[in-house]
């Protein structure tokens, strides 16, 4: 891969082109907060967390879908980009209806992680209280409405990894839902294949299996990027 | 696997507006790119989309369910409801157009006050159009909830209609 030379935080490096921001801060060392990034997966800016300046474009823009550039000057720690974060940070929280008391994520949760991150200590907007339903009816699995937020890592990891399609993305503003085939309860879904890596790629207490206790999810998502990662390799 | 199972030849042969969709899916060579067009024409002749449609549709393209249902629900003209109890279609294709399907369409809208596309305030009756629905030797063709009324007139589908809403 031919190598161009940018600077990230006033640091000088030379880097591979054609990657993203985001892959060759990861590869650096360089923090970068992410929500819908799973490695592996195709990278849809969803989440609008992964912010960073870039000299000469007077927008921020996400480091997972921006495709790095010779002499770019980019900067990923700025207070405007730190203000960013907190607002979408507080608003996933006032979005839907997350209790984390008495969530099975509670401790093991990616957005609660990044409330510590963002140091949220109140927020800002009012909570939306939305009517949300919890699908009980898969055999194995969980899905809690109330805890999603729209990442649409377990769309993607089931059409891009399993090849099952079960679920996408219904209707649009606030009214967006994760759905399985026509709507249809998770358990009476005809592409579902139970692989059980939806549970896995959602970073939230969403998508659960059925049989843990509260605060005792464990989930591994960095088995999928292996699983991508192993795929490609020649065997 | 391109082919109808038993039971939708069953409905195909009953339902002239599926015939449409089937013929605008033939058209289309099955691609599912064209799933919006397909959609359309789906919305268009029912002035809604049952679920037996869009399985139908998702079906004849190989598409993934709940791709079908992301798009149908993201996009304001389509709707999943029944557009009114009772529904009106008007072809206006040329055969139809041609043998007077639009003074069909002025008398209705001078005596419910309804164009193509609307719902009566009361939900009781819902106009739509279609282009060329297949039964163009009927011209013109008007499909009064599932009934296909052949040669109509103006003045026999108001009838027709206002018999419908009294009788619901
Ligand atoms: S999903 Fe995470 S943030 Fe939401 S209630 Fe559960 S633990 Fe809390
Ligand atoms: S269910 Fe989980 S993985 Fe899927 S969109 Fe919601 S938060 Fe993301
Ligand atoms: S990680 Fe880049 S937008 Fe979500
Ligand atoms: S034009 Fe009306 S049926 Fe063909």
């Known amino acids: 891969m031919p190598k161009i030379a940018v600077t990230i935080d006033d640091k000088k490096l030379d880097v591979d082109a054609g990657k993203t921001i985001l892959e060759i801060c990861r590869e650096n060392g360089i923090e970068i907060l992410t929500m819908c990034h799973l490695k592996g997966l195709t990278d849809v800016g969803a989440c609008r967390l992964c912010l960073v300046e870039i000299e000469g474009i007077n927008k921020l823009l996400s480091a997972c879908t921006t495709k790095i550039a010779a002499n770019m000057v980019i900067k990923t720690q700025t207070e405007k980009i730190k203000r960013y974060q907190n607002i979408t940070c507080e608003l996933f929280y006032a979005e839907r209806n997350h209790v984390c008391s008495v969530c099975v994520a509670n401790g093991k949760c990616d957005l609660q992680k990044l409330g510590y991150k963002t140091e949220m200590d109140h927020i800002r907007y009012p909570y939306l209280f939305p009517q949300c339903n919890v699908d009980t009816s898969h055999a194995w699995y969980v899905l809690d409405h109330n805890r999603c937020i729209m990442c649409t890592r377990c769309v993607r990891v089931c059409a891009e990894v399993e090849g099952a399609h079960n679920w996408n993305v219904m209707n649009r503003g606030n009214k967006v839902r994760i759905i399985s085939d026509f709507d249809t309860p998770w358990g009476e879904s005809e592409t579902c294949t139970s692989c059980g890596k939806c549970v896995h790629a959602c970073p939230t207490g969403a998508i659960w299996p059925k049989a843990i206790v509260q605060g005792q999810l464990e989930k591994k998502p960095e088995m999928i990027t292996e699983l991508i990662e192993k795929r490609k390799m020649n065997l | ?168």
Do not use: W
Not at chain 2, 26 to 55: C, F, R, W
């Open chain 2, 1 to 168: 696997m391109k082919t109808a199972t038993p039971a939708t030849d069953a409905a195909l042969a009953k339902d002239p507006r599926l015939k449409l969709i089937a013929a605008k899916i033939k058209k289309e060579n099955y691609k599912p790119d064209a799933l919006i067009e397909i959609l359309h024409t789906a919305q268009n002749a029912y002035g809604y989309l049952p679920m037996s449609v869009l399985k139908y549709i998702t079906k004849q393209l190989h598409l993934p369910p709940s791709r079908v249902y992301s798009t149908v629900t993201f996009y304001h003209f389509f709707s999943l409801k029944s557009k009114g109890d009772h529904t009106c279609l008007v072809c206006t294709g040329t055969a139809c157009y041609v043998k007077g399907a639009q003074a069909i369409l002025n008398e209705i809208e001078n005596q419910f006050s309804l164009e193509p596309g609307q719902v009566s305030a009361d939900n009781k009756l819902g106009i739509s159009v279609a282009r060329c629905i297949g039964a163009c030797g009927l011209a013109p063709a008007v499909v009064l909830d599932d009934e296909v009324l052949a040669k109509a007139t103006a003045e026999e589908i108001v009838n027709k209609i206002n018999a419908k809403i009294v009788e619901s």
